[in-house]
């Protein structure tokens, strides 16, 4: 790369940063790739460390000695995340998002590339301090979040389904109950998706009594991976503590309240915000 001026070489190496998150990159490489002395590069981090804090982008961690170098981990502002869930919890209130079963149409959103950047930035700042692997999903609507996740925290995304596929090899298939209609349901994941012992973030779009999720969990044992964490971008509140077959989750908003009667529906923002 040619020289840049010092303007330049922020914005530069801002982009630099913000495209490789959870990486460590040492001050050498930032230096010979912009031609400049360390003690200059380490001003620019300084400057953009202070700016990524204040405006809520994330932070910049400095690792100290020869192997060492910054790292930028995404992160949100709870008060912004929690004004902007606000304004998506308003947008599923809207009585013909209402699907039989008490469930909410919420497609649309999920195709919607900046809303989904939004998300994922919310549940990589919920899970920025877990030792993670890989991402998680089952098909088909719970894609785009584990996507948009996986950007921030710089991660592979492995996608759980429902039939098998010829394509994939050979796969490990389970037999699970379904926590909201009680049927038995078939889910498989291809045996070279996933590594042995891995640690693994779960993502989904919309969580009942999580039997979906659950069966997902006991997948996971087939490959003796770890659960790390799970995510999902909206619960119903509907179900009792003793229906639910999962009780550790990060959820960003919570369905407390269907008629479907009068057709009313009432969300609130989930638990990762309290």
């Known amino acids: ?7 330049a070489r922020l914005v530069e190496m801002t982009q630099y940063l913000l495209a490789r998150p959870h990486t460590l990159i040492s001050l050498t490489a ?9 003690s200059s590069i380490s001003e620019d981090l300084a400057i953009i460390k ?18 060492g170098g910054v790292r930028f981990v995404p992160k949100c502002r709870k008060d912004q995340a929690l004004e902007r ?3 998506i919890c308003r947008e599923l209130e809207q009585p013909d998002r209402l699907l039989p079963g008490g469930y909410l149409y919420m497609t649309d959103l999920l195709g919607q590339p900046s809303l989904m950047q939004e998300v994922g930035r919310m549940f990589a700042s919920a899970f920025a301090d877990r ?50 209609t009680k049927r038995i349901q078939t889910m498989s994941l291809a045996r070279r998706a996933l590594k042995e012992e891995s640690r693994v973030l779960i993502i989904d779009d919309f969580m009942k009594a999580g039997g979906t999720i659950q069966g997902m969990v006991d997948l996971l044992y087939e490959f003796r991976a770890v659960v790390a964490g799970v995510g999902v971008f909206a619960e119903s509140g509907e179900v009792d503590n003793e229906e639910r077959l999962l009780h550790d989750y990060v959820s960003l908003a ?21």
């Open 1 to 7: 790369m040619k020289k840049l001026k010092r303007s």
């Open 30 to 38: 930032f230096a010979e790739r912009y031609q400049s002395a360390k």
């Open 50 to 67: 202070e700016v990524f804090e204040d405006e809520g982008i994330g932070e910049l961690n400095t690792l100290a000695g020869a192997a």
């Open 85 to 87: 869930m606000g304004l």
């Open 131 to 180: 030792n993670i692997d890989v991402i998680m999903t089952v098909e088909t609507k719970g894609i785009p979040l584990a996507h948009a996740t996986a950007q921030y925290l710089n991660l592979p995304v492995v996608i759980v389904r429902r039939d098998h596929k010829v394509t994939e090899g050979s796969a490990v298939s389970i037999n699970y109950v379904s926590g909201s």
């Open 254 to 274: 919570r369905l407390t309240e269907v008629d479907l009667k009068t057709r009313q529906i009432k969300v609130q923002p989930g638990n990762f915000f309290y």
